[in-house]
């Protein structure tokens, strides 16, 4: 077994933490709520940068809590051996606009890893984990060309990590897409032209997403279900994207990693 050394640039993965031989039963993801409402042409640099990042940050605040100075943070992309550090990371540029959150008096857009919480705005890293405590999924909506730009792992990585169950867009960028499969989470697309603007969500709703189960198969459609604050409920089609059924065996495990660690202990 490997000794881990105490350092903030390199640490254990979670990747495997609560790895079982049998992959847990597929199942509808139920009462979530919405953690992010993102524009077109979203880009993996947005939702995982690989650039410098403040002491007022969750990652600063992070490093500064295990004895790190500002002048040594050096960047979220040199310290992508540290999960602690990435995930409060994601969905943490500084150009990153939340649609959550109301306009500004001269109708601006706040930018920065922000979102809200019980109507509150909170850093996404914390709402998250709020989230993850109470047992709340949560869901990442997004416009079109949905993580378009480099090929970055760490941006289906952290949002994993964070606890997103499903991201639902207009369209996708191919390689995110794929990765999104290959870490466990469903991306789903609108259909019919519909999306989040024109379904008139807000952010402050609960959704489930019907159909989903271990019989799925590639590019199924699955049910979106809205329940509005005044209790009101409405149903959209949504499509799946996963793709194939190699695709299919990844979700069905939880990803593409649990997915080969078993096929590789099933030989032993």
Known sequence: VYDWPKS??????PFFSDFTMEPKAVAPISNARALMLLGDSVTTDHISPAGSFRSDTPAGQYLVSHDVQQSDFNTYGSRRGNHDVMIR?????????NLMLP?????????????LLDGKQVPVYDAAMEYMQRGTPTIVFAGEEYGTGSSRDW?????????????????YERIHRSNLVGM??????????????????????????????????????FTLEIT??????????????IDTP??????????????VLRDILAQA
């Open 155 to 171: 941006a289906a990585k952290g949002t994993l990590l964070l606890g997103v169950g499903a991201v639902i867009a207009q369209s």
């Open 89 to 97: 990371g994601t969905f943490a540029n500084v150009r990153v606009k």
């Open 103 to 115: 306009p500004t008096e001269d109708g601006s857009r706040i930018e920065g890893g922000f979102t």
């Open 246 to 259: 190699i695709e299919v065996e990844y979700y069905r495990h939880g990803g593409i990693l649990p997915y």
């Open 228 to 241: 509005r604050k005044d209790g009101s409920v409405e149903t959209v089609p949504v499509l799946s994207r």
């Open 8 to 13: 903030t640039y390199i640490a254990k993965p």
């Open 184 to 221: 466990g989470v469903l991306p789903l697309q609108f259909v019919d032209g519909a999306s989040y603007s024109s379904l008139n969500i807000q952010g402050d709703e609960t959704f489930s997403i019907l159909g989903v189960d271990s019989d799925m198969q590639p590019r199924q459609q």
